[in-house]
């Protein structure tokens, strides 16, 4: 996956670089309409959601691949918490920290 952040740390969009999910239903999260939640969005963390998103970091859940969703958005979210350790000369911050605390919470969860 590539994802694009400006200077500001808003993320531009996202692209998936190989993607091999259940036609109909996982495949698509190359669809457009998906990608787009991500797009011109500046936050600390995206958030899966059903039936509320594309607005404020908020991501409509794909039907029948919810786990396609999560691994999608947890993958933007390391990118950005990555992005911020980045620019604040690669050293850990609190807000990096904080959102790459909430990916692993999501993960121990969701297993």
């Known amino acids: 996956m590539s994802v694009g952040i400006t200077l500001d740390g808003t993320v531009t969009g996202i692209e998936l670089l190989s993607i091999s999910e259940t036609a109909g239903l996982g495949m698509n999260a190359q ?33 029948g691949a919810t786990i396609t969703t999560d691994a999608v958005t947890n ?6 918490a990555y992005y911020h350790g980045a620019m ?21 969860k969701t297993k």
């Open 31 to 63: 669809e457009p309409e998906f990608k787009e939640q991500f797009q011109d969005v500046n936050t600390d963390h995206f958030e899966v959601v059903k039936g509320d998103g594309g607005k404020e970091g908020k991501i409509d859940a794909l039907s």
């Open 75 to 80: 993958a933007v979210n390391a990118a950005v």
């Open 88 to 108: 604040e000369g690669g050293r850990q911050t609190t807000r990096g920290c904080k959102i790459l605390e909430n990916i692993r919470r999501k993960c121990l």
